[in-house]
C-alpha cells in the first residue's frame, strides 16, 4: 500500500479543462472517493493515477516515487473498470489471473492464487465460465477479483457499481466496505452517486469544474458543505437552499425572505466579513431538519403544498413558495395535506447553514473540528 | 512528457507500415503513373515500349476527335453505351429490383423468402466467370434454356447474344447485381421500428400506403446510398466482357471494356492511360458525392449500408 | 385477416415466387449439367445422375493445377490483407497519430477512384518494372494493395466500436502494449478479421480481369482463367468439363456464404462486396 499525491496537476484536452490545478493528498490506507457531477474531472483524475492519462502539467506520486510519465503496467496498481473489461475470450480463471500471467507466473500458481480470490468473492465455482455466461453481479465480482489477485500499491475504481441495479449494487457497496476495512488498501473510487461516496469514504473529494470543492471525511462534507455546491450534490434529497437578504439587529444577524419567519442569528466574525461584500446570502436546511410545524412558529418556512410522496416510512413534503421555488422536508406522516394547502415548515436554528455571496460556507466563530 | 496511448506513435508507425507499403504502391502509384502515362504514346511492344515520348494532350485530343468520337467503337460511342447501361441496368433495373424483392421480403412466409433470397444472393456471389458461363448456355440459340422456354410459349426463339447484346448485358447485370440493393433496402425497413407499420395497420393503411407514406420516406438514405455504390460499381464492372467480349461490333463495350481493348489488344499504353483517367475523373465525382453524403449520416444508418 | 388483406399477401407470396425462379432460371443448367455425362447447353435432366465429369476434371492435372492456383493467390492475398489491414486498423483507432481520420477518407477515396478497369495500364506497368509479370505473387501483391482500403475501413469501424478498456485493464495490470494486443485486442477483433478475410477472399478467389491481364503461362493461372481453356480444337467449349470444373471452383464461395450467414447473418457480409 503507498499513498497518492497530486502536485498542481492540470490536464487539458484541446480547449477543455478537464483538472486544472489539483492538489491532493491520499494517505497510506485510505479509501478517498472522487465525487462530482459528469464532466467534473472526476474520472480523468483517476485515470491519471492509473498512468492512462497523461497530466499537461504537474506531478503525481505514488509512494515517494514520481509516477507522472510512467507507463501504466510499471506503477503496481490495479484498476476496476465501470464496463468491468472482462477479455471475452477467456474464462474467469484466466480473466482473474491474467495479472500474474503478464508477471510471468505458472499455470499452477496464477490458477491457484485465482481459485482463493475468487472463493473469497464467491464466484469459486464459476472460474471455467466466460464472461458472456454469468450475470452482472458476477461480473462485476470477476472484475473485482481480477483486481485483487496480485499486491498492488493502490487500488483504483471507476463507477464500479454503476452498471448494477440498485439491491446488488447494496450488497456490493457493503463488500467493498468490509474489504476495505479488512484489507487497508488505498484506494481512490470515482462515483456520481454521493451515498456510495458516503457509505465508502475515508475522505471525500467533491470536484465541480476540474477543481476540488472539498476535501474531507463525509460527515464534516454532510455537516459543513464548504459550498452551496457541495451542500446541494451531497444528501438526498438535496439541501434546501434559499437566498436570504440580511441585515444587523441589536448585533444579530436578521434574515428575511419571502415565507420565512426567523429570529436573530448570532453574529458571527464570518458573517461580518461576508456582509461587507454582500447582503445577498444563502440560507441552508436539510429536508431531514425540517418538520411541519403550527402557523406561525418562529424559524419556519411557509409556503403552498406541491406534492406530498409517502416513500413507506417518511414522505417528502414539498412546499412552493410565492416566488415559485420549491423547499422539500423529508419527514414521518400520514397526514393527507390538501394540494395548495398552506404548510408550514420549522427548523431549530442549529440546522441553520450560512453561505456567503459566491456560495462559501461562513464558518460560526469557534467551530471545532469534526 | 510523454503523452500515454494505448498504443505510441513509434508502434502504429510500425503497425501502418505494411499496409502504406502496398497501398503506395498499388493504388496511389497507380493513381499518379496512369496520369502520367496518359501523356506519352507509350506501347506494349516496339520503340516506344522502352522509351515513350511525351506527347501532350495527343492521347486526350484522339478520344475526343468530333470525327470519331461517336463511331462504333470509339471513346464517345463507349461513353454512351456505358451511361446507358448504368441508368438502365443499375439506377433503374437493380434499385427497383432490389427495392420491390426488399418490400416483398417483409411480407411472405420464411420459407419462400429463404428460397428466394437463395436465388438473388446466389447470382450475386457466384464467381463471374462461372455466371457468365452459365448464361451463355441460358442464352444459346439451339438448346439454351431461355429458347426452351420460349419455344415452349409458342414464341419464336431468339439469338439474344447477337441481336440484342446490349439488352441482355442490361438484364444480366440487373440480375447478377440486384442482391446487393435488395439485402441494403431490407436492412433499412429492419431498421424501421414494427410499431410504425402497426400504427398504421391500426389506422386502416393498406400495403401500399403503408410503402408510400411511411417506409419509403424513413428510408431516403438508403436509396440515396444505394443508387451511388451501385452506380460506382456498375460503371466500373468488367463482368459483360465474359458474356460478349464487348461485341458483337463494339455494340456491348463498355468504358472498361474499351480500356482493356485499347490497352491490351491494340497495346496503346498511352490512350489507355487517358481512358482511365477520365474512368478516375468520373469515379472520384461519384465517390466525392457519396461521402459527402457519409459524413453527414448518423453512424447507425452507416453501419446499415457499408 | 381480412379478405384484402389475405389476397395480398397471396398476390406478395407468388410474385416473390415468380422471382424466385427467374432468378434461378440462369442457374438451373447449372445445377444439372455437371451431373450429366452427355451435358451440353440444353438444359436436361441427367439420366443416369452420374460424378464422370468430375472424374474427368481431376484427371486434368492442368485443372487441378488452376484450382490449385487460385488457393494460393486467395490464400496468399487474404493473409497479406489480413495482417496488414488489422495492424494498420488498429494504429488507426488506438494511436494518436495526427490526421487519423483525415488518412481514412483519403484512402477511402483512392480505393473508389482507382478501379481495376481504370488502372489496368499502370498496375501493369508496376508489375512490370517490378519483373514479376506471369507469377502469383503480382495477383496476390495487386490484391492486397487493391482491397486494404476497404478492409482496413471495415476493421476501424470494428476496432472503434470495442471497448478500449480491454487494452487500459491489460496494461493497468502489467501488460506491455505489444502483450495487451496480443492477448486482449486481437481475440476480441477476431471476428471483424475473420469477415474481412471471407470477404477478400471471395473476392480473389472470383476475380477475373487482374490475372487474366498479369498470367501469361498456363502454369501460374487461377481457374477463373484456366476455365477458358476448356475448349476443343474446333473451338466449341467441352460442356461437360466445364460444368463439373464451375460447380467446383463456385463451392469455396457457396460454402463461405453459408459459413458467414450462419456465423454473422449475411447482411453485415453483404454489404461489403466491393
Known amino acids: 500500500m503507498a499513498s497518492v499525491v497530486f502536485e498542481n496537476v492540470t490536464k487539458t484536452f484541446g480547449s477543455f479543462t478537464a483538472v486544472a490545478g489539483v492538489d491532493l493528498s491520499i494517505g497510506d490506507g485510505e479509501f478517498v472517493c472522487l465525487l462530482g457531477p459528469s464532466g467534473c474531472g472526476k474520472t480523468t483524475s483517476l485515470r491519471m493515477i492509473a498512468g492512462l492519462e497523461t497530466p499537461t502539467s504537474g506531478k503525481i506520486f505514488i509512494g515517494d516515487q514520481d509516477v507522472t510519465g510512467l507507463h501504466p503496467k510499471d506503477r503496481q496498481i490495479s484498476m476496476v473498470f465501470q464496463d468491468y473489461a472482462l477479455y471475452p475470450h477467456m474464462n474467469l480463471a484466466d480473466n482473474i489471473a491474467y495479472p500474474l500471467k503478464v508477471r510471468g507466473e505458472s499455470v499452477e500458481k496464477r490458477h491457484g492464487r485465482a481459485r482463493e480470490v475468487a472463493d473469497v468473492l464467491k464466484i469459486g465455482t464459476l472460474l471455467n465460465r466466460l464472461p458472456s455466461q454469468i450475470s452482472g453481479g458476477q461480473q462485476q465480482r470477476t472484475s473485482l477479483a481480477r483486481a485483487l489477485v496480485y499486491p498492488s500499491r493502490v487500488y483504483l475504481f471507476d463507477e464500479p457499481l454503476s452498471n448494477l441495479d440498485a439491491k446488488l449494487r447494496l450488497e456490493a457497496r457493503g463488500f467493498l466496505n468490509h474489504l476495505q476495512r479488512d484489507m487497508g488498501m488505498t484506494a481512490v473510487y470515482v462515483t456520481h452517486d454521493q451515498a456510495e461516496a458516503m457509505a465508502l469514504a475515508t475522505r471525500i473529494a467533491v470536484m465541480d469544474q476540474g477543481r476540488i470543492v472539498q476535501y474531507a471525511p463525509p460527515i464534516e462534507i454532510y455537516r459543513r458543505p464548504a459550498t452551496t455546491f457541495v451542500a446541494n450534490f451531497v444528501g438526498n434529497p438535496p439541501m434546501n437552499l434559499v437566498p436570504v437578504e440580511a441585515a444587523h439587529g441589536d448585533g444579530q444577524l436578521l434574515l428575511s425572505a419571502d415565507g420565512l419567519a426567523l429570529g436573530g442569528l448570532p453574529m458571527s466574525s464570518g458573517v461580518a466579513t461576508a456582509l461587507q461584500a454582500s447582503k445577498a446570502l444563502t440560507l441552508g436546511i436539510r429536508p431531514e431538519h425540517l418538520t411541519v410545524a403550527a402557523p406561525g412558529a418562529a424559524n419556519a418556512i411557509s409556503g403552498k403544498l406541491f406534492a406530498n410522496e409517502n416513500m413507506g416510512p417518511e414522505s417528502l413534503v414539498t412546499i412552493e413558495r410565492a416566488d415559485g421555488s420549491r423547499v422539500t422536508a423529508r419527514i414521518f406522516t400520514d397526514d393527507h395535506i390538501e394540494l395548495g394547502a398552506d404548510v408550514t415548515l420549522g427548523f431549530s436554528l442549529e440546522h441553520v447553514h450560512l453561505f456567503d455571496s459566491t456560495g462559501a460556507r461562513i464558518p460560526a466563530d469557534g467551530e471545532m473540528p469534526l | 512528457m510523454k503523452q500515454f496511448s494505448l498504443l505510441s506513435r513509434r508502434v502504429a508507425a510500425l503497425f501502418l507500415a505494411p499496409g502504406a507499403i502496398l497501398v503506395g504502391l498499388f493504388i496511389l502509384l497507380p493513381f499518379f503513373w496512369v496520369i502520367f502515362v496518359s501523356f506519352t504514346n507509350r506501347t506494349l511492344l516496339g520503340r516506344t515500349a522502352l522509351n515513350p515520348e511525351f506527347v501532350g494532350l495527343q492521347n486526350y485530343v484522339r478520344l475526343f476527335d468530333p470525327a470519331t468520337f461517336f463511331t462504333r467503337g470509339q471513346f464517345g460511342s463507349s461513353l454512351i453505351i456505358t451511361t446507358e447501361f448504368v441508368l438502365l441496368s443499375a439506377l433503374v433495373g437493380q434499385a427497383l429490383l432490389g427495392l420491390l424483392l426488399a418490400w416483398l421480403m417483409q411480407a411472405i412466409r420464411p420459407g419462400l423468402k429463404r428460397f428466394v433470397e437463395a436465388m438473388v444472393i446466389g447470382a450475386w456471389i457466384l464467381p463471374e466467370v462461372v455466371i457468365g458461363f452459365a448464361w451463355f448456355a441460358f442464352l444459346d440459340y439451339d438448346n439454351g434454356t431461355l429458347n426452351m422456354i420460349m419455344r415452349g410459349l409458342g414464341l419464336p426463339p431468339g439469338d439474344f447474344l447477337l441481336q440484342q447484346p446490349f439488352w441482355v448485358i442490361v438484364i444480366f447485370n440487373t440480375w447478377r447485381g440486384a442482391a446487393f440493393s435488395m439485402m441494403l433496402f431490407n436492412s433499412a425497413f429492419a431498421s424501421i421500428p414494427p410499431s410504425y407499420f402497426q400504427a398504421a395497420d391500426v389506422a386502416g393503411a393498406s400495403s401500399w400506403q403503408k410503402f408510400r407514406d411511411i417506409a419509403l420516406p424513413l428510408i431516403r438514405g438508403h436509396v440515396v446510398t444505394d443508387l451511388i455504390l451501385i452506380t460506382m460499381w456498375t460503371f466500373n464492372v468488367f463482368t459483360p466482357f465474359l458474356l460478349t467480349h464487348g461485341g458483337p461490333a463494339y455494340r456491348t463495350e463498355l468504358l472498361s471494356i474499351y480500356n482493356y481493348r485499347v490497352a491490351f489488344r491494340d497495346f496503346e499504353f498511352g490512350k489507355g492511360a487517358a481512358v482511365g483517367v477520365i474512368i478516375m475523373l468520373i469515379n472520384l465525382v461519384l465517390a466525392l458525392i457519396y461521402l459527402s453524403i457519409g459524413r453527414r449520416k448518423s453512424k447507425a444508418e452507416k453501419e446499415a449500408a457499408t | ?274
Do not use: C, H
Request: glycine residues 8%; without cysteine; hydrophobic residues 60%.
Open chain 3, 1 to 274: 385477416m381480412s379478405g384484402g388483406a389475405f389476397l395480398s399477401r397471396i398476390g406478395f407470396s407468388v410474385l416473390a415466387a415468380l422471382l424466385g425462379v427467374l432468378f434461378a432460371l440462369p442457374l438451373i443448367w447449372f445445377i444439372f449439367a455437371p451431373f450429366n455425362a452427355r451435358a451440353e447447353m440444353g438444359l436436361a435432366l441427367p439420366d443416369p445422375w452420374t460424378l464422370s465429369n468430375f472424374a474427368t476434371v481431376f484427371q486434368n492435372s492442368f485443372a487441378v493445377r488452376a484450382l490449385f492456383n487460385s488457393l494460393i493467390q486467395s490464400v496468399g492475398g487474404v493473409i497479406l490483407i489480413g495482417a496488414a489491414a488489422t495492424l494498420a486498423a488498429y494504429a488507426l483507432s488506438r494511436s494518436t497519430i495526427p490526421g487519423k481520420s483525415a488518412v481514412t477518407y483519403v484512402l477511402l477515396l483512392f480505393s473508389s477512384v482507382v478501379s481495376g478497369s481504370a488502372a489496368m495500364v499502370p498496375i501493369f506497368l508496376i508489375i512490370s518494372a517490378m519483373g514479376l509479370i506471369d507469377t502469383q505473387l503480382a495477383v496476390i501483391l495487386v490484391f492486397a494493395g487493391g482491397l486494404l482500403p476497404t478492409a482496413m475501413f471495415i476493421l476501424r469501424d470494428f476496432i472503434d466500436g470495442i471497448p478500449k478498456s480491454y487494452e487500459e485493464s491489460a496494461m493497468v495490470a502489467g501488460a506491455s502494449p505489444l502483450q495487451a494486443f496480443f492477448d486482449v485486442a486481437l481475440p476480441v477483433i477476431r471476428p471483424g478479421i475473420v469477415v474481412i478475410v471471407v470477404w477478400a477472399f471471395v473476392n480473389i478467389w472470383g476475380s477475373f480481369l487482374i490475372p487474366f491481364i498479369l498470367l501469361r503461362s498456363s502454369e501460374q493461372m487461377p481457374a477463373s482463367v484456366a476455365i477458358y481453356s476448356f475448349y476443343s480444337e474446333a473451338g466449341t467449349p467441352i460442356v461437360t468439363l466445364l460444368a463439373a470444373y464451375a460447380l467446383i471452383y463456385s463451392l469455396p464461395v457457396v460454402l463461405l456464404y453459408l459459413f458467414v450467414s450462419w456465423r454473422f447473418g449475411f447482411r453485415f457480409f453483404g454489404g461489403i462486396k466491393a
